[in-house]
């Protein structure tokens, strides 16, 4: 069946520094890919997502291109900030179902 | 524009019990999805609601049973209630249609089973 993987965790940076979170899927159609942040207690928040190949999705400083090539979906952002510390999740979405498949997550701390 | 929402906040049961877990989608959204996040993991697909109706089921016993109102709300029901269902349990809404559509998440309803 589909799945997500992303690279474990925790990813530890100084401020200002560049993040890559790497974040592979296995999937037998053309499935929609998203990242979503945890925050600390809360809930799931949409990062980003992209709906075909080559398509770039990005917000808030962070992108992540649909590479059907290599079927990756890396999670960028130039330069961290404190407030960017949480879990970050790869998932994808099912086109039959809409049900969403999440990687595990990977905690992103940030120090001064 | 109000987003999704849930109740309770925390709960606390015991084995055996049985608890209801609510879910209000987002304006205009007519469909509901759940899922179970357990300690440390990502989340896993329950259940998903079209327009009151199951719309797919992922890989959890029958004791794991939901509701959607004519709303659009959406109720959560588990049974016989065991130590390993203590989890995040999260609702998301949607617009409806499949694969590209995006789900928002409400805050969860964190479940401990003792």
């Known amino acids: 069946g589909d799945s997500v993987t992303q690279m474990e965790g925790p990813v530890t940076l100084s401020e200002e520094a560049f993040l890559t979170i790497n974040c592979t899927y296995t999937?037998?159609?053309?499935?929609?890919l998203f990242w979503y942040v945890q925050y600390p207690g809360e809930g799931l928040q949409l990062l980003l997502k992209?709906?075909?190949?080559?398509d770039k999705g990005s917000n808030k400083g962070f992108e992540a291109t649909y590479r059907k090539e290599t079927t990756s979906f890396h999670l960028e952002k130039g330069s961290v900030q404190v407030s960017d510390s949480a879990v970050y999740f790869c998932?994808?979405?099912?086109?039959?179902?809409?049900?969403?498949?999440f990687g595990t997550g990977t905690r992103l701390q940030v120090f001064p | 524009e109000t987003g999704v929402t849930q109740s309770p906040t925390h709960l606390i049961k015991t084995r055996g019990q049985q608890v209801t877990l609510r879910c209000s989608s987002q304006?205009?959204?007519?469909?509901v999805s759940w899922y179970q996040q357990a300690l440390g993991q990502g989340p896993q697909f329950i259940f998903q609601?079209?327009?009151?109706?199951?719309?797919g089921r992922g890989n959890f016993p029958p004791r794991f049973s939901g509701l959607q109102f004519p709303n659009y709300s959406s109720e959560l029901n588990v049974n016989a209630l065991e130590l390993d269902d203590s989890a995040l349990y999260l609702c998301?809404?949607?617009?409806?249609?499949?694969?590209?559509?995006?789900?928002?998440f409400g805050p969860g309803t964190r479940l401990t089973v003792l």
């Open positions: 998301a809404s949607s617009g409806g249609g499949a694969g590209t559509d995006t789900q928002y």
């Open positions: 999937a037998t159609g053309y499935p929609s």
């Open positions: 992209a709906t075909k190949a080559d």
């Open positions: 998932a994808l979405s099912d086109r039959d179902t809409d049900k969403l498949i």
């Open positions: 304006s205009g959204h007519n469909t």
């Open positions: 609601y079209y327009r009151e109706e199951e719309n």
